[in-house]
């Protein structure tokens, strides 16, 4: 077999499954995890402000306002590390996933999204 027979041949084994290895598929990881930094950043700095002022407790009310000073800062604090990390799962997900993979999850984060909002709606007003 021809070294560029072999070459397309492992180029698409790569592509085929469930993870890329492709330069675009890498700048869109970038693009996309980008783009959710851009959307968590307001949340991100709140939530660090929360975890770094334990006196904000007061401004919550029930569990959040009942909860020891410790709890409330390591609840802020695992908040802020979740969204820090967001940008990097999604950036990592986007450049290393397939296109059926992204769309299989794609879809149970927006079904995840609509349950959150209907049970806030619920819930809360």
Do not use: C
């Amino acid at each position: 077999m021809s070294n560029k027979s072999r070459a397309a041949t492992e180029t698409h084994h790569e592509t085929h499954g469930v993870l890329l290895a492709d330069e675009r598929s890498s700048a869109w990881g970038w693009l996309s995890g980008l783009v959710v930094l851009v959307f968590v950043a307001l949340p991100l700095s709140a939530s660090f402000a929360f975890a770094t002022h334990p006196d904000t407790k007061q401004l919550f009310a029930g569990r959040l306002s009942d909860a020891t000073t410790g709890g409330y800062q390591a609840f802020w604090w695992i908040v802020t590390l979740l969204l820090l990390a967001l940008p990097f799962i999604v950036g990592f997900g986007v450049a290393r996933l397939s296109g059926r993979a992204l769309s299989i999850l794609a879809g149970a984060v927006a079904v995840l999204v609509i349950l959150a909002i209907v049970l806030g709606q619920l819930f809360v007003f």
